[in-house]
């Protein structure tokens, strides 16, 4: 496992809420972004759109650099994203919280860690609706960095843009 994330195997969620993605009990006082998307039909646009989200697909697409540990589909994976150009790329660590790899409703949720500017959980399911091919996430954080607060909306903007393009990738996906 390359060292930066051995290091945060261990490392503190960085909020107290940790798996309320998967119980819809979310928290007060924190930004909210639910988003749901029909992104295919049928099983096997289902069978891409799981193997899609499980292999970090949507955060790939984002333009994010992925370095994981394992799949989405293992809880304690851990993930390092890195936007920007290196070195100075943004760090943006996480750890699968709980994930869900049978039925018709699977997906995962990562939550942060320490570093990352922001404080909270993200998740992406991809369920059945009849024939449709659904992909639903959910996000609720704080910012946690002063660089995060001072960009404040920026920050939300930067957020939705990625969201936006995780449903694109799903999608694609989905397709085949």
Avoid at 15 to 36: F, I, K, M, Q, S
């Amino acid at each position: 496992m390359h060292p930066a994330l051995a290091a945060l195997t261990d490392a503190p969620f960085t909020y107290p809420e940790v798996g309320a993605t998967r119980t819809g009990d979310l928290p007060a006082g924190v930004h909210v972004v639910r988003r749901r998307a029909v992104v295919g039909q049928g099983d096997d646009a289902f069978d891409r759109a799981v193997a899609a989200v499980f292999d970090w697909a949507p955060q790939r697409h984002a333009g994010l650099r992925v370095r994981a540990s394992g799949p989405a589909s293992t809880e304690g994976a851990v993930v390092l994203m890195t936007a920007g150009l290196p070195p100075l790329g943004l760090r943006i660590p996480c750890r699968v919280v709980w994930s869900a790899t049978d039925g018709d409703r699977q997906g995962y949720a990562y939550g942060t860690l320490p570093g990352h500017p922001e404080s909270g959980e993200e998740s992406f399911v991809v369920s059945r609706d009849g024939a449709d091919v659904v992909f639903e996430m959910v996000a609720f954080s704080r910012l946690a960095t002063r660089a995060a607060r001072l960009g404040g909306p920026v920050s939300r903007v930067l957020q939705s843009i990625a969201l936006t393009r995780y449903t694109g990738a799903v999608r694609r996906a989905a397709r085949g």
